[in-house]
């Protein structure tokens, strides 16, 4: 496809690649990239757990934009990431509402104790099922909102030769797997594949910029990026408002 405009084409680029990115805030793409809400509202649903918990857990809380929106908290919260930059804005926006924030390693294990929490929250974040259900109390809840494999795979199909995404297969299916062996019982799983629309490359370049991992080793200097205007690709994203739940000791919510 050619370019009509190379050179709004460039300044697009060019102020993609300048734009600051920080915690979990996609202010910049507002009116760039637009993406259809899911069915269910993850906060409200969260939001509606708080009331009746004494200790809580946000795995993956990015700069900890959602977990502030959900003040106020239980006095016994909180909070992981593992992305150094994310680290300091979490402990800045979250320390002050009595939040402890723990700076971890991208790997399964968690720095907690067995039974130590009564709701464990988590979205889009990856975690490991059988860490989850050790560290809820019996009874405990589990509630986290995914993203599936087919999330904005165009992206892929338009700039990689080969499809190299490693989280292809991740779906509603796997996530229920994986927490049925993990001894949860599930109270509520649900899908959706939702629409994204990127208005201008400016916002491709940055969405991929920001979320790196879905086609790792990006570079839109070298890319074969011959096509600008509107992109619109269908998301696959796989959630449920009341993740998978309730092992052998417990009611545990989980997606």
């Given amino acids: 496809m050619e370019i009509v405009h190379p050179e709004r084409f460039d300044q ?8 600051h990115f920080e915690g979990w ?3 910049w793409l507002e009116g760039r990239l637009v993406q259809e809400d899911p069915p269910w509202d993850y906060a409200e649903i969260v939001r509606s757990h708080i009331t009746s918990t004494h200790s809580l857990l946000d795995l993956g809380t990015g700069g900890g934009e959602l ?22 804005i979490a402990h800045q926006r979250l320390e002050p509402l009595g939040v402890t924030v723990h700076a971890i390693e991208d790997k ?61 297969h991740w779906g509603l299916a796997e996530a229920l ?17 939702l629409r994204s629309s990127f208005r201008d490359i400016g916002a491709v370049i940055y969405y991929l910029k920001a979320i790196p991992w879905q086609i790792e080793g990006f570079d839109p200097q070298t890319s074969m990026i011959n096509w600008s205007g509107c992109i619109t690709s269908s998301s696959g994203r796989v959630s449920s ?14 997606d």
């Fill in 108 to 168: 399964p294990s968690l720095p907690f104790n067995n039974g130590q929490f009564d709701l464990v929250i988590n979205r889009h974040e990856s975690y490991a099922p059988e860490e989850i259900h050790r560290i809820l109390k019996p009874g405990g809840l589990f509630i986290t909102q995914q993203v599936g494999g087919l999330d904005n795979l165009e992206l892929n199909q338009a700039l990689e030769d080969r499809i190299s995404f490693p989280f292809l």
């Fill in 177 to 193: 797997t994986g927490l049925y062996e993990a001894g949860f019982r599930v109270s509520r799983a649900e899908k959706a594949a």
């Fill in 25 to 27: 805030d996609f202010s």
């Fill in 241 to 254: 408002s009341q993740p998978p739940t309730v092992p052998d000791h417990g009611s545990k919510e989980g």
């Fill in 67 to 88: 977990l502030a929106s959900l003040n106020p908290l239980p006095e016994d919260t909180h909070a992981t990431e593992a992305y150094p930059p994310n680290q300091i």
């Fill in 12 to 19: 697009l680029v060019a102020e993609a690649l300048e734009a």
